[in-house]
């Protein structure tokens, strides 16, 4: 669920506390549009497509009037404009085998989301047209508007940008906005795979940080990760289970794993996540480097009038 929005008016919060704001109001982010974008699917295979995707429509996003045409919600680019990706590529951006994305995105393309040719992977208009990809679409766009909503609440964003601002647009900018989303997100994917070496180990770890943290104001998350084993709630197998739409044998499997790479803790009340510490400078190269991706993000929406179509219009 998005992140509590903090009352309009509110000061701006030391930058420590800022920091700290933004990585778990992120982390909260990246969770729910990981969600919304596995659909039916199986994770694995939403990042997969979600990957050859972003990809695919590199000629695009990199040409403007293109982006005018095919930015909107209804419009999609034909398959003319999608460039192939190689199965390679795929893997490589998700930080994952080879031979695994190669027998997914066969299994994709039996299904009719992909396909498969001599100049690599793409996935088809027809693909992204489907009803329940437009849901998703969407969804994905008004989670990031509350995402936006939380940050500049909290001062976490620059009231402007160098860049021209455009007025808000009849026909909002749902793909173009999208690609942006996608972007930051799979960055963000392939630094946890990267962390645990498995997509849904890390995805387990991820929604243990926040099970952990939830209760904790933002002014206890220092000290929560100097001291996590102090400062967290530890959370029961059966509480994570559910948000992550695993059986408990699954995620029980995974907190071994976890435990066993020095990610987690298990107590008799619970389990609690640690960073090992070999690995926690690489941990704050990634948290730093997060606060940077997300000013990213939204300059890149505020150029693109993303920023002035949620500024303007009422949430939906």
């Known amino acids: ?27 909260d982010y990246i969770r729910d549009t990981v969600e919304i974008t596995r659909g039916d699917h199986e994770l694995l295979d939403a990042l997969i497509l979600t990957a050859a995707l972003d990809a695919n429509m590199t000629p695009v996003k990199r040409a403007p009037d293109l982006r005018s045409t095919y930015g909107g919600a209804e419009t999609s680019a034909p398959d003319r404009l999608r460039r192939p990706v ?77 860049a021209p601002v455009l007025s808000p647009r009849a026909d909002p900018r749902v793909r173009v906005a999208n690609w942006a989303f996608s972007e930051y997100v799979l960055r963000a994917c392939s630094d946890l795979i990267a962390l645990t070496g498995n997509v849904m180990s890390s995805r387990v770890l ?82 730093k480097a997060n606060q940077a991706n997300v000013q990213r993000l939204f300059a890149g929406l505020r150029q693109s009038s993303v920023l002035a179509d949620w500024d303007e219009a009422p949430a939906r």
């Open 1 to 27: 669920m998005p992140a509590p929005v903090p009352p309009p008016g509110t000061h701006r919060p030391p930058p420590e506390l800022l920091f700290w704001a933004v990585g778990r109001a992120s982390l």
């Open 86 to 162: 190689s199965i390679n590529a795929v893997a490589q951006s998700l930080n994952l085998p080879f031979e695994t994305v190669r027998r997914r995105a066969l299994k994709l393309a039996g299904a009719g989301l992909c396909v498969i040719g001599a100049q690599g992977m793409v996935v088809p208009r027809d693909a992204v047209t489907l009803p329940s990809y437009l849901a998703a679409q969407r969804a994905r766009y008004d989670r990031a508007r509350e995402f936006y909503k939380a940050l500049k609440a909290a001062g976490a964003l620059p009231a402007g940008d160098a």
């Open 206 to 287: 991820l929604e243990l940080v926040l099970a952990n943290t939830r209760a904790l104001p933002t002014e206890a998350l220092a000290g929560w990760a100097n001291d996590p084993l102090r400062a967290a709630r530890p959370v029961r197998i059966a509480a994570l289970a559910g948000p992550l739409r695993l059986p408990r044998e699954t995620v029980r499997r995974h907190l071994r794993m976890l435990e066993t790479l020095g990610f987690c803790h298990r107590w008799p009340d619970g389990v609690v996540a640690v960073a090992p510490v070999s690995i926690r400078p690489r941990l704050a190269a990634l948290a």
